[in-house]
């Protein structure tokens, strides 16, 4: 079984900086992206941020400039640094991994998310 945790969320202000973390545990035998999501009030999810197992990057257009994606692979973790928060950066943000498990074939995996609020 696999899980993803995450962690970092919380209340900023405009302007403010966050991190956010997500590990992933379990019966992991290849990782073949990890990646954030979010979801605000009244809109549909959207992709913010994703590191494949080759290291390329592919961010959202709202957060492009702003927010970095890393990895640490020996811990199976990855970061979302958030800079120049604005309060539409408000949201739920879900940690999704693509990997395989002891079985044939890959899947992906959500983390139950983390609220990061940015207001004054």
């Known amino acids: 079984q696999v899980q993803l945790v995450e962690s970092g969320g919380g209340l900023v202000q405009p302007g403010g900086s966050l991190k956010l973390s997500c590990a992933a545990s379990?019966?992991?035998?290849?990782?073949?992206?990890m990646g954030w999501y979010r979801h605000a009030p009244g809109q549909e999810r959207e992709l913010v941020a994703i590191?494949?197992?080759?290291?390329?990057?592919n961010y959202g257009d709202s957060v492009k400039g702003r927010f970095t994606i890393s990895r640490e692979i020996a811990k199976n973790t990855v970061f979302l640094q958030m800079n120049s928060l604005n309060p539409e950066d408000t949201a739920v943000y879900y940690c999704?991994?693509?990997?395989?498990?002891?079985?044939?074939?890959?899947?992906?995996?959500w983390g139950k998310g983390t609220l990061v609020i940015v207001s004054s």
């Open positions: 999704k991994s693509n990997l395989r498990t002891l079985g044939d074939y890959a899947e992906d995996y």
């Open positions: 379990g019966s992991i035998r290849s990782i073949y992206a």
């Open positions: 590191i494949t197992s080759s290291g390329s990057t």
